[in-house]
Structures are given as C-alpha cells and as structure tokens.
C-alpha cells in the first residue's frame, strides 16, 4: 500500500517488524492523563483488504475492497458486492480501488480507481433507492500516473457540495519531476471539482486559480506528497489532510472551513517543516499543524476524522489518525487551526490503512489484513 519508493514486499516486510516493535508509545511522546481507556477497538468483521470507505444510505457504511470491489457493512456484517470492478483495475504497486463517496443525497456514486493502464480514474454512477445504476456510469475524471506509486485517491464531497479528490505527486521518490510546485498538473494536488455541474465536470468560480493561465482550474491546494487520505471536519468544515512523507516527517495539514483554497503545503521544496533535500521553503508555505518522525510513532500517516459521533463523550472534537507502520490510534486536540494536545488513545489497530465514518458520525478503522473496528467507548 502507501509505501513510497521500495518494493511493496521490502516496505511491507519492514512495516510489519514496525508494526510488532512499535506498539507503545516512545515515552516522550505527551499523553493527556486520563485520556488512556477513552476507547475500544470492537472487532466487526474481515473485509478483503479494505482501503476506504463511506456513509451510505439507510445507515450502511459501504467498503471498499482494494481488488475492485464495494461491499455494504450493516448490523448483519458485511454483504455481497453491490459493485464490482475489479476486472478493470490491479492491486501492484499502489494501485487499485483507492477512494469512494457519495453524493449528500445518495444519489450519485463515486469511486476512485486505478485502471488497467494505471491511470487514476474517478467514475460516476446514479443511485435509486440506494441502488447502483450500472448503466449509468460516466468517467468524471481521469489523470495519467507515470509511476504505479502515490496515487492518492482519496475523494469526498465537502460542506459546498463539490468533490474533492487528493492526487499524489506521481511517484518515484522525492517527486522527480516537480509535481507538487507546479500548478500547470494534477498531480501533487487536492482538486475541487462539480461534478454534475457540466459534462464531465465542472470548475466552481471561485476555485482559487481559475484566473491563472498557468494553472489547472481544478486546483484547491497543493504541494502534495501523497494526501492519502483527507477529510472536513463534520462539525466546523475545517479540511484535515494526512500527507505521507518521504523519508523522514509524517504530516497533519489543516485549512480552515472559510478558506478560499490555494495553500501551500509545500512539497517537495519542504517535507513537514524542514527542507527537503536543500529545497527553500516557498514564501506562501502553509507548514503542517502536526508532524513526527520516525524514530517511533511509524513511517506512513493515516489521516482521520474530527470525531463528532454521540458514543464517546471525551473522544469529541479530536481529531483521530494513525500510521500504518505504528497503528496506534492518536488524536489531536485543536483551537483555531493550532493543536492544543496530542494523546494516544492507548489501542492499535495493526497496518491502518483508513478510517470511515458512518452516517452517525461514528469512526471506523480498516486495516490491512481486511479487519473492520468501530471505535466503542472503552
Ligand atoms: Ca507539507
């Protein structure tokens, strides 16, 4: 999955010694007092490696399985494939089934995908009465990756009804080919599209470059490694992104609800708040809200939500993330984009390699051995 430049077997073989030796917090790490045994991790059920998931209608949360397929998980357990494309995308690399979403009504499908050729697709289909309409489908936007590693492929609708897909910088390692500074691509980037507004899609007026020639009208943000995964925080709109870094800083990006778009999280002049390999940090460098290193607490962020669910009281307004090296389930405290308190919520889920939350608001952690937790109250 999320490994950067290694072969998948390598960085698979070193996440999972991590994963063994790194269960406990390094000591100097702040934890809250009593902030330990505020949840539990509860078993649902095994999916076949899981990497995203979404709310879905009548209170499902839909899976999606890295091979191609979305299955329903309800009070039942995890049902049979309501889609299945996994005759049109791979699992080498880091590419497969990456991302879905729906619409605020349920009435349009998304997924985020791979194909065949390793392009990163993002596919429409209509819903009725919480059904997919295969003969629907229409491809909303496609972009050419030129290696199988840092797709990104995370989509979700934000608070103003447009899609937002992250795409990483391309691949490789260390962004070869400028991708994260250069507005005139996709890649390296969190777009901002609507998609019902035109054919394939439409740009939203007040996307922040749409009056940049030199610039994709699609852009919101950029100097994006690989923003795995990203979402808005169900109770204030503010957009948290967890960029994976390169060699040395997991990072914790933050905009707030009322922004115009346009930040500059700064790869690959930076990575985290530090130079990367000699590069100057842009005037316009919007630093991350949280880094750490890989001296303990793992090698590959899992961006979280901002819990807003009603079953743990204490967990409300953290936002909660992990690593898939670490798997140890953390969260941020914040106040008006600085974070007040960093905890570690004292469970491990193993190789994270998403989080879901349902339509109640509650948090769901999928790893990669295909295990699907709830957080419960402790
Ligand atoms: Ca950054």
Redesign the pocket.
């Known amino acids: 999955m999320k490994v950067r430049t290694r072969s998948s077997a390598i960085i698979g073989t070193l996440c999972l010694v991590a994963s063994l030796a790194l269960t406990t917090a390094s000591a100097d790490e702040p934890v809250s007092p009593g902030r330990t045994g505020t949840v539990a991790l509860t078993a649902l059920t095994t999916a076949q490696s899981p990497t995203a998931g979404a709310a879905g209608p009548d209170g499902t949360v839909w899976i999606a399985e890295r091979a191609g397929t979305v299955r329903p998980l309800n009070d039942q357990g995890l049902g049979q494939p309501v889609l299945d494309v996994s005759d049109e995308t791979t699992t080498d690399g880091e590419r497969g089934l990456l991302g879905i979403a729906f619409d605020k009504e349920f009435t349009h499908f998304y997924i985020s995908f791979t194909n065949l050729e390793g392009t990163s697709t993002v596919d429409e289909f209509a819903v009725q009465d919480g059904t997919i309409q295969p003969d629907t489908r229409r491809t909303v936007l496609t972009q050419t990756q030129p290696y199988s590693n840092h797709n990104g492929g995370d989509i979700t609708f934000g608070p103003d009804g447009y899609l937002y897909i992250a795409l990483g910088d391309g691949g490789s390692g260390g962004d070869p080919h400028g991708n994260g500074q250069n507005l005139d691509t996709l890649l390296g980037k969190l777009l901002r599209i609507d998609p019902k507004g035109g054919e394939p899609y439409a740009i939203p007026p007040d996307n922040p470059f749409v009056d940049d020639p030199n610039a994709k009208d699609e852009i919101w943000a950029y100097?994006?490694?690989n923003p795995w995964r990203f979402s808005f925080d169900a109770g204030t709109g503010d957009l948290l992104i967890g960029?994976v870094g390169q060699s040395d800083w997991e990072?914790i990006?933050w905009a707030p609800a009322d922004s115009d778009g346009g930040e500059n999280?700064?790869?690959s002049q930076?990575?985290?708040n530090h130079p990367f390999r000699g590069g100057t940090e842009p005037a316009n460098?919007?630093?991350?809200v949280h880094e750490y290193d890989r001296t303990g607490l793992g090698c590959s962020v899992t961006g979280g939500y901002v819990y807003r669910g009603d079953e743990i009281p204490d967990l409300k307004g953290r936002y909660v993330f992990s690593d898939y090296c670490d798997g140890t389930l953390r969260t941020l405290q914040m106040e008006s984009g600085k974070v007040t308190g960093v905890s570690d919520l004292g469970v491990n889920a193993g190789e994270v390699v998403s989080f879901v939350q349902g339509g109640d608001k509650e948090l769901y952690v999928l790893a990669s051995n295909g295990s699907i937790f709830r957080l419960d109250p402790a």
């Open positions: 100097g994006l490694r960029d990072e990006d999280y700064g790869w930076m990575e985290g460098h919007v630093p991350p």
